[in-house]
């Protein structure tokens, strides 16, 4: 039996140590050496992370959306701050670990959305050796592997514990819902029009294509905890809370005027569709297949329709929404395909391995054509990239990259229907349904955008990733281990 002076020895240290900060801090306070109080908050975190490792990686990436980006800390470089540090520290560490008493996990190595996400990332880095700018490319290719180490491969261990998954999908939202409530209490202030949306929701983005592509990943976990709750053992006062931040999340989407995520939104929900009627994913291959041929065929016919489109962005919705199609006025529009023509003629000198990752943005304006400028063309990408994820790998890191970035979706949408599909536990079929209505919003950005690079979208992508595989791995009916996950409360 502990005696009282056991138990009060450390409270009476705990006490000390707090008169003692106080002290150091009203005294740093007078002084202006506010950033004295950082110091509490490190240890803090350093003593959480020391006590409850997987959870402090969870909030780490949760807390994503929240993070604020410092463009040049000096060198070139930029930082997310806090994620980035931390993420860089947890990587070296994991990588560490491994190194001295680490093993492989061969299934999740064998499983084949891994194998592409290391094909894809074993070839930046072959692409870096050949690069036109090699400094840029490792710099960019070293930040796409922390996240994949601790946000893929680590992840997929953690979530061996299914109620990880889920304090993962609920702190993500809640910070998501941070965001999206303080962007929206801005934008009030200006009648949510649209020519204010486009910086809204700085410092945390840079512009509102990726604040809204980001949010997106949490549309689908808050509509199946608003309507699925029960499945998950919520309490049904939690039930109308959960779709009230729906709304919240719905409407900040709304008014960010972000015409991809709203095509992404759609999309998502026909998938859902194709899902509920349990349409197989060879035929889902077949029709996108047959889609991407029947444009190449006709692609004059339909440009020649799009141009008849004179419709200009607009505050309006309906406006908004008709000016997607708009490839003769609209800059944005314009400027988009000026881009995907750079990439092309650019994969076309460097087919293999591209001009090096990252460096799309320094190297495609001696690429554009005088006709295809638009106004608000630049020669250095300020304006955004290759405005498509799959475009800036190819002419980044050659057709090779485009395959793999190709597989890693088509792989992740394989094996989510097979989860699906196959399980028979309705809680691993909601858990696999959210992660891959999530990924499908992304995806869709992935055809219009690039911000992958960015931690905002390269956390809920790659933990989404991890999600899948972890139920196809550790929850499937065919594996013995873990075939009965805890019920979520």
Known sequence: MLNRSAITRPIFGIILLALLFGAIGFWASIQGFYFFFLVPVLLGLGFYATVNTEK??????????LSININDIGGGLGLALPTEPIIIVLCGFLVFRFFQK??????????PLSLAILAYIVWLWLSCITSTMPLVSFKYVIA???????FYFTLLGIFKSFSNIHFFYKAFSIFTLILVIYTLGKHATDGFVRSSSYSISWPFFPDHGMYAAAIAFAAPLLAFYAFNGRAFNFN?????VAGFFLIVLLFGIVVSYTRATWLSLVLAMGVFVLIKLKIKFYWIVIALVSIFTYTIVNQDKILYNLESNKQGSSDELEGHVKSVGNI???PSNMERINRWKCAGRMVDKHPLFGFGPGTFAFQYGVYQKSSELTIISTNTGDVGGAHSEFLLAMAEAGYPALLFWTLILLFSVQTAMKVIYNSKNRQIRITALMALLGLVTYYTHALLNEYSQYDKVAVPMWGFLAVIVALDLYFSETKKQNTTPQLVT
């Open 328 to 330: 003769t006025t609209d």
């Open 102 to 111: 680490g093993t492989l996990d061969i299934q999740v190595l064998k499983h």
């Open 56 to 65: 402090f990686i969870l909030l780490t990436g949760a807390i994503a959306p």
């Open 144 to 150: 796409r592997t922390w996240y994949i180490i601790v």
């Open 236 to 240: 049904f006062l939690w039930l109308p």
